[in-house]
């Protein structure tokens, strides 16, 4: 699989999300990995050479499959994009009701804070 | 396959599970619009843990997990996680209050 530059990989991924809100879903991966065959791997290490491992990201809508990896000195770079795509595409989820229902507001609020003490408990 | 219902629960788990086989073990997200549902899987392929949510604000928390995946794939196991967690922390406690009005 070709792995895609960061920017292009985070374009790609928001289009992935843009064309799945009718049907479909996204899925994203992240992985451990040199990038490197097994062999390449037995290769470095009997040569007594350290592997390198950076974080594969892999993202896919079930009809195209797509690429990056990160590495120590760009992941933070790379963490928040995604996270800003994430919360700019995540929208379906649901919210708290609040806004909407001032009328019920009040049980609304009794019931978020007990909710909240439960969890907490 | 068992979902596992608490948060705090299903991020620790998938945490010790990283670090039992760094190697072999990944970090999915399945994220389906038109239903709003959000599925996190963690697997080293022996074992599986899954968390399922539909709300908002559990995506938030997921987004710490994704800090900590990244920090943990891309500078290795064995990486000093207090930097990543202590600032989540100071970043959780002004958001406990006054959530949504972000939006």
Known sequence: MVQLQLDPFLNELTSMFERSTEKGSVWVTLKRSSLKSKVQRNKLANAGEAIEYRCLIRATDGKKTISTSVGPKDHQRFQASYALILKAHMTALKKRERKEKKKSAEINKREVTSKITKKKS | ?103
Not at chain 2, 24 to 38: A, E, F, I, N, W
Not at chain 2, 65 to 82: E, I, K, Q
């Open chain 2, 1 to 103: 396959m068992v979902y596992i219902t608490e948060w705090d629960k299903f991020a620790e788990r998938s945490i010790e599970l990283f670090r039992a086989d760094p190697e072999s073990t990944r970090y999915v997200m399945k994220y389906r619009h038109c239903d709003g549902k959000l599925v996190l899987k963690v697997t080293d392929n022996r074992e599986c843990l899954k968390y399922k949510t539909d709300q908002a604000q559990e995506a938030r928390k997921m987004e710490k997990l994704n800090n900590l995946f990244f920090t943990l794939m891309a500078r290795g196991p064995d990486v000093d996680l207090s930097e990543v967690t202590g600032k989540d922390q100071m970043e959780a406690q002004p958001t406990k209050k006054g959530r949504g009005r972000k939006q």
